[in-house]
């Protein structure tokens, strides 16, 4: 008897982890933002949760979005091939959750008061200086990604989510460079607001490939 073997069951499985991976991430994140002594979340990015005595919290938050993101990867890499965007959509994405891993293996550096008693300012650390730099390199491989995808859902005739992905890629980097810039207040919230936006994005593209597959 001959047996009709697909690979719908593990592909759906891994995509799962991207529909989950952004709103686990939000809420455990957010959770900490409103219960942290000293926490503002009008001045404090959200990096800077992992100090602190339960700095650990936010650390294995990372960690464990950042691995739930790259198994999502692996499964959009299977759901895309062939054709457009099928190779550097999911490596570009894979890449975005590495770099969560590293800026949850190299912790942000406290400041602004956070955790309670620490100065406004301090010194970057190596370890701090490394947590920007993966969390860059990821944030621009991820808009890269927004963009990438773009293209391949215009092809697939879904107008809206496509729009969406370019929308999402652009706004993303752009939040990031005003918090990088250092202008605190309105930019912090805005590159919350860029957070929440990406990790929307990768729970609807994930959803989307994850029925067209099951």
């Not at 370890?127 to 621009?140: E, I, K």
């Amino acid at each position: 008897m001959k047996t009709d073997c697909t690979p719908a069951g593990p592909i759906t499985s891994l995509l799962g982890y991207g529909v989950i991976a952004g709103p686990f991430y939000v809420a455990v994140a957010l959770a900490q933002a409103l219960t942290r002594d000293g926490f503002d979340l009008r001045r404090h990015a959200w990096s800077m949760l992992a100090n602190g005595d339960f700095g650990w919290i936010q650390i294995v938050n990372l960690v464990l979005t950042g691995l739930m993101t790259v198994a999502a990867a692996v499964g959009l890499r299977r759901a895309l091939a062939p054709g457009r965007g099928a190779t550097w959509g999911p490596y570009l994405i894979g890449a975005y959750g590495v770099s969560l891993v590293g800026a949850g293996i190299f912790r942000a550096d406290p400041g602004s008061g956070f955790p309670v008693g620490a100065p406004e300012t301090v010194t970057p650390s190596w370890h701090g200086m490394l947590h920007l730099a993966v969390a860059g390199v990821g944030f621009l491989c991820l808009s890269a990604a927004c963009l990438v995808l773009a293209n391949r859902l215009s092809r697939e005739g879904r107008r809206g989510l496509a729009w969406f992905s370019r929308g999402t890629g652009v706004f993303f980097v752009a939040s990031f460079a005003g918090l990088a810039s250092g202008a605190g207040g309105p930019a912090v919230l805005v590159f919350v607001a860029g957070v929440v936006t990406v990790c929307a994005w990768l729970a609807v593209l994930s959803a989307h490939y994850y029925r067209a597959t099951a």
